[in-house]
C-alpha cells in the first residue's frame, strides 16, 4: 500500500478546490491576442478564492500577476512563469446615500462599461464620460482609467483589496489610494495589493461635462448646447468608436504610451520648435503634452507599420497588432516610436500598457 504524504494530499485538494489550470494560454485573455502560456492559471470567483490562490503561489515561490479584462497588458511570447489570477467576482449594488450621492458597490469582475450603462440608465453622474472604455471594475482604480476630461479617481470612494503582504482584506479610501495620472497605490507598490471590490460614489443631480475639445465639436455640429447625461455618453461611445480601433477585429490595448509630464522649460524649447504643440498645466507646475500629436505631427508616425505592428491610422497613440504579431515584435516597434520620439524631442516615453513576463 502506498502512503500519499498528507501535505501532498492538501495541496491537491487546494488545486481542486481553486480550480487552478495549468498551462493556459493566454493570448484569448488579452485584447492584444497575444502571448504564451500561463504556467499556473486561476479564474477567482470570490475574495476566498484569491486568498487560496496566493496562498498556493507563496507555498510555490512563484510570482502572481492580477488581469481583468486584458485590455491593457502585453503577455511576451514566452508567457508567465507564475501564477495568473483572472479576477471574476461579481455584483453590483446601488445603496442610496443621502439626499445628493449613491454608491454603487461592484465586485473587481464586473464589466466597466456595464457599470457606466447601468449609472447612465440610472440618471447618475460621475462616470459618462469613461463610456466603452474596455476592462474591468477591478482595474479601474489600479491605473485611474480616464478620459474625456474625466479620471475614474474622481467618482471613488473606496476600494478593498488583499494585501498580499499580510494576507488581510483591507480598505483605502480616496485619498489613501494615492491617484495621480494613469497612476495608483495599486501600481506603486506593484503586486502588494489584489482589488476585489470598489464603490464609487455618484451624484444624483449635476451637469454633464462636455468641455474636452472633441465632445465640444460634436455638440457644436448637432447644435447642442446644454447635453444631457445620456446625451454626453452617446458622445463619448461614437467619439471612441470613430477614433480608436474595435479591439475584437484588431490586436491592441488601447493608448499604448502615457501622454508625458515634461517641466515648463523644456516645453517652452519645444514650443519654439513646434509653434502648434499643445500642452496641458498640472496642479505641479508641469505640462502635459499629447504623444500622439509629437508621434503623428513630429516624428510623422502615425500609420507607420513594420511588419505586422502599426500605429493606428487614427489616433497615432495606439498600436494596433495584426493576427500573427507576436509580443517581441510589438515591444520592438514600441522602442522604435520611443527612439523617435526622443530623438527629437528629448522625451523619454513611458509605457502605459502593463507587460506580463516572468
Ligand atoms: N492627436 C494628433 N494625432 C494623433 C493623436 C492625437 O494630432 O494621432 C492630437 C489630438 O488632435 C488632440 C491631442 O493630440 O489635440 C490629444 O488626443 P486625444 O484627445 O485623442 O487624446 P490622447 O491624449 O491621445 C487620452 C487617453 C485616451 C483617451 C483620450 C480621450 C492617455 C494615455 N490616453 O488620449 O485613453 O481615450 O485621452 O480622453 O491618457 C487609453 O488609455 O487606452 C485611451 C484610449
Redesign the pocket.
Given at each position: 500500500m502506498t502512503y500519499i504524504p498528507i501535505q501532498s494530499l492538501d495541496r491537491l485538494r487546494l488545486s481542486i478546490k481553486m480550480n487552478i489550470q495549468e498551462y493556459v494560454p493566454l493570448a484569448k485573455y488579452t485584447t492584444f491576442k497575444i502571448g504564451g502560456p500561463a504556467r499556473y492559471f486561476c479564474a477567482a470567483k470570490s475574495e476566498d478564492d484569491i486568498l487560496e490562490a496566493v496562498r498556493f503561489a507563496k507555498e510555490k515561490k512563484i510570482p502572481v500577476m492580477v488581469i481583468g479584462g486584458g485590455s491593457?497588458l502585453l503577455v511576451s511570447d514566452a508567457g508567465f512563469n507564475g501564477l495568473i489570477i483572472r479576477c471574476g467576482i461579481k455584483g453590483i449594488e446601488f445603496k442610496d446615500a443621502g439626499k445628493r450621492s449613491v454608491l454603487i458597490e461592484a465586485g473587481a469582475g464586473e464589466d466597466w462599461e456595464d457599470l457606466v450603462a447601468q449609472a447612465v440608465e440610472r440618471g447618475l453622474y460621475g462616470v459618462e464620460?469613461l463610456s466603452a472604455?474596455p476592462g474591468t471594475v477591478g482595474a479601474s482604480p489600479v491605473q485611474n482609467?480616464?478620459?474625456?476630461?474625466f479620471d475614474v479617481s474622481g467618482s471613488i470612494d473606496m476600494v478593498r483589496a488583499l494585501d498580499t503582504k499580510t494576507m488581510k482584506f483591507v480598505k483605502f479610501s480616496n485619498s489613501e489610494c494615492n491617484f495621480s495620472?494613469?497612476n495608483s497605490r495599486f501600481k506603486h507598490e506593484k503586486g502588494r495589493y489584489i482589488v476585489s471590490k470598489v464603490t464609487y460614489r455618484l451624484a444624483k443631480e449635476g451637469k454633464a461635462d462636455a468641455s474636452?475639445?472633441?465632445l465640444v465639436e460634436y455638440f457644436g455640429k448637432r447644435k447642442i448646447a446644454d447635453p444631457t447625461l445620456k446625451q454626453v455618453r452617446q458622445a463619448v461611445i461614437e467619439v471612441?468608436k470613430a477614433?480608436?480601433p474595435d479591439w475584437r477585429s484588431w490586436g491592441t490595448?488601447?493608448?499604448f504610451?502615457?501622454?508625458p509630464l515634461i517641466d515648463a522649460e523644456h516645453f517652452k524649447r519645444l514650443k519654439r520648435e513646434y509653434p502648434e504643440i499643445?500642452g496641458f498645466p498640472e496642479a505641479d507646475g508641469r505640462i502635459k503634452v499629447?504623444?500622439?500629436?509629437i508621434?503623428?505631427?513630429v516624428c510623422n508616425s502615425?500609420g507607420l507599420t513594420i511588419g505586422n505592428v502599426s500605429?493606428?491610422e487614427?489616433?497615432?497613440?495606439?498600436v494596433v497588432a495584426k493576427p500573427g504579431a507576436t509580443a517581441t515584435e510589438v515591444i520592438g516597434f514600441a522602442n522604435e516610436i520611443m527612439r523617435r520620439v526622443k530623438e527629437k524631442t528629448g522625451i523619454q516615453v513611458e509605457a502605459?500598457v502593463e507587460w506580463a513576463v516572468a
Open positions: 491593457n464620460n472604455i482609467i480616464g478620459a474625456y476630461g495620472y494613469r474636452y475639445k472633441d471612441r477614433k480608436l490595448a488601447g493608448s504610451f502615457k501622454n499643445p499629447p504623444l500622439g500629436w508621434i503623428d505631427k502615425k500605429t493606428y487614427k489616433q497615432a497613440l495606439v502605459e
